[in-house]
């Protein structure tokens, strides 16, 4: 699965030294040895206690261990770890020499460039059931992705939905008609007429 070269090596001596630190207090992520991606299972002799510092090193040495489209996989790992870290994880910052190449590696190998199938084009394409809807649907149901609207924002949300028309302000500066929302933002006392004197 993995190549036979010095990247390897060193994977397995990070890992190796984790498995024999006794001080397991502070900071840690588990971390699958083998992938999941690449068939490694949540089996506790495939997982290991990595610092942050760890863990993004293996998974810098991964896409260099592996070939064809695991590589593509562990290219995506690598960019996901480095990029899209949360409030849970310690993640190490990434100096923009690094960003800048696993993104190059990450549009080579990954998955965007590769044609799809007509298979697959056909089951983009083919309507969903009620019960793939519904399972959408149930999916994001309280989900803000992240961010959390005030119960006014949501208000204001599903009166727009709803086709109702927005506020309109007439800024008394300019004589223009903008929603209430660019109008706190732009005109009044933000209006490049008053910026302007």
Known sequence: MYLTNKYT???YNIIARANQRVNQEGYFEKHHI???SLGGSNEVSNLVKLTAKEHFICHMLLPKM????NRSKMIRAAWMIATMGNKYQN????????YC?????????????KPK???HK??????????HKKALSLSRIGKSWGHKHSNETKSKMSTWQKGIPKPTLTCEHCNKTISDLNYK?????????VLLQ
């Open 101 to 113: 190449l696993l993104k190059e590696q990450w549009l080579k190998h990954g998955n965007l460039h």
């Open 91 to 98: 993640r190490q910052l990434v100096k923009s020499r690094k």
């Open 185 to 193: 933002r732009w005109h009044g006392n933000n209006c490049k007429l």
């Open 34 to 36: 083998i992938p999941r």
């Open 117 to 119: 199938t007509e298979e």
């Open 66 to 69: 592996t070939s064809g489209d």
């Open 122 to 131: 056909q089951k983009l394409r083919a309507p969903k059931t009620d019960e």
């Open 9 to 11: 090596v060193w994977y």
